[in-house]
């Protein structure tokens, strides 16, 4: 490598001039390790399943639905229930053979004091799977979220 050239003022000068010698050097390092892993990232083991006719296991946990609406009122599985009638429903559900799963939809203007009191009976009674619904957000409802939040 010559830093200087063949002028007669005898000053070197550096070259301005990016080196590609080293960049190359590095890619067609990275191509042989790409091209020698890839062929290890796509190996399968295979192995020969045997084959048996079975049908789906039946699922056999009932399914409590109790809804809240935001002016208070309950509905035991689609049924609308007193607030009294609450207790002696999710004492019956709790000393079922098999505990049901209770399903709490919520209407989104209800206050978290009720879901909380909601799910505080249910575990009084012996409930202890306790879930909540919810409506999936769409593109459509994301988009109005943030439009509110920004407002």
Do not use: C
């Not at 200087?4 to 191509?31: C, S, W």
């Not at 429903?89 to 053979?97: D, G």
Request: hydrophobic share 50%; charged share 25%.
């Amino acid at each position: 490598m010559a830093f200087g050239g063949f002028t007669r003022d005898g000053g070197a000068r550096p070259i301005a001039e990016i080196n590609m010698v080293p960049l190359i050097d590095v890619m067609l390092v990275l191509l042989i390790i790409f091209i020698i892993t890839v062929p290890l990232l796509t190996h399968a083991i295979k192995v020969d399943l045997p084959k048996a006719a079975a049908r789906a296991v039946p699922q056999t946990t009932e399914i409590i639905t109790l809804d809240l609406k935001a002016d208070g009122a309950l509905f035991w599985n689609g049924e609308a229930i007193r607030d009294e009638e609450l207790a002696t429903r999710l004492a019956q559900a709790a000393k079922r053979a098999a505990a049901p799963v209770l399903h709490i939809r919520a209407d989104k203007a209800v206050i978290y004091e009720q879901i909380a009191g909601l799910m505080a009976r249910a575990q009084e009674a012996g409930l202890t799977q306790i879930g909540f619904v919810m409506a999936p957000l769409g593109k459509r409802s994301v988009e109005r979220e943030q439009e509110s939040g920004r407002r």
